[in-house]
């Protein structure tokens, strides 16, 4: 089977960055000058695939008007002559046959892949999530590698600190080659202590359409649906693997690590890294003391 669709998630209220997403979806907060949810498309047209399914929420029409034509805008930047721009506006309207569906209920990640059960319609998938993005090796590419070798669901997994742990949804399994394991268990958010890995899931997946039979039989917790249920459900049926990943993870949905890919970002361009970098070694030179 072949995997030609692929789910991203960006149903959530944010409610980490709020004030500034109370009006506007944390996907679409820019790193510099591209919001993040383009990065996300942008990985998985470069893995081969153009069927895209976006589940959005209440207040999310941003996405769709950041994918969609801008006949005005266009029109503006044609007058003027300004043809760069007006190449960057026309290619996001033309990278690739988006599709949207809507969580009408906060009830969590399973819940919210559920509603892209119709398009679906009985194949394999790829979801990602909205708010983190890869800079290096392509890692959609690395899970659909695994998928295909072995076709079985499989999730992307990173490398943390032990500490951080606690953040995440920790994998349980055995290294059957060099990293790719096979699942046994998976845990959300455990106490460090309690961690059968620093191994976490990192917003990337593939799955079996049985996944959905999965969705189906987990129970609500606290009004939500978690993944290691479903996951754990799947695993009775069939292997699940993990793919550790060679990309390195922006986990921007957290507001620290926000600001320091925005950073590590405007120092990689050449418009930009002279003067960030000549503004922080000013701030050294005040010991990081602001006015």
């Known amino acids: 089977m072949k995997v030609r669709k692929a789910v991203v998630l960006a149903a959530g209220f944010g ?3 709020l004030p500034a997403t109370k009006a506007q979806p944390k996907e679409m907060l820019p790193i510099i000058d591209k919001p993040i949810i383009q990065y996300v498309v942008e990985e998985v047209l470069e893995a081969g695939i153009r069927d895209i399914i976006i589940v959005t929420g209440r207040g999310k029409h941003n996405i769709e008007n950041h994918f969609d034509r801008s006949p005005d805008l266009e029109l503006h930047l044609l007058k003027k002559d300004d043809k760069e721009k007006l190449a960057q506006v026309e290619k996001i309207s ?8 809507r969580q009408k209920e906060q009830k969590g990640l399973p819940d919210a892949i559920y509603c892209a059960r119709d398009h679906i ?15 290096g090796k392509n890692p959609l590419k690395e899970l659909l590698d695994v998928f295909n070798k072995y ?3 499989v999730v992307g997994v990173t490398e943390v600190p032990r500490k951080e742990v606690h953040r995440y949804g920790v994998i349980k399994g055995r290294e059957i080659e060099p990293s790719v394991y096979e699942m046994d268990d ?12 620093n191994l976490v899931n990192n917003g990337r997946l593939v799955l079996t359409p049985e996944y959905f039979e999965a969705i189906e039989q987990t129970p609500l917790v606290k009004g939500e649906k978690w993944w290691p249920d479903a996951a754990r459900i799947l ?7 993990a793919k550790r990943m060679d990309a390195k993870w922006h986990a921007v949905g957290d507001k620290t ?13 050449d418009d930009m890294k002279n003067e960030i970098k000549a503004y922080l070694q000013e701030l050294e030179k005040k010991n990081f003391v602001l006015d």
């Open 257 to 269: 690590n926000y600001v320091k890919t925005t950073i590590e970002f405007a120092l990689k361009r």
């Open 186 to 197: 998976v845990v959300e958010k455990p106490r460090v202590e309690d961690a059968p890995s």
């Open 151 to 153: 076709q079985s669901s």
């Open 121 to 135: 319609n009985g194949e394999p998938f790829a979801v990602l999530y909205g708010d983190d993005f890869f800079t």
């Open 94 to 101: 033309k990278m690739a046959d988006v599709f949207y569906v």
């Open 235 to 241: 695993m009775k049926k069939q292997k699940f693997y």
């Open 15 to 17: 409610t980490r960055f």
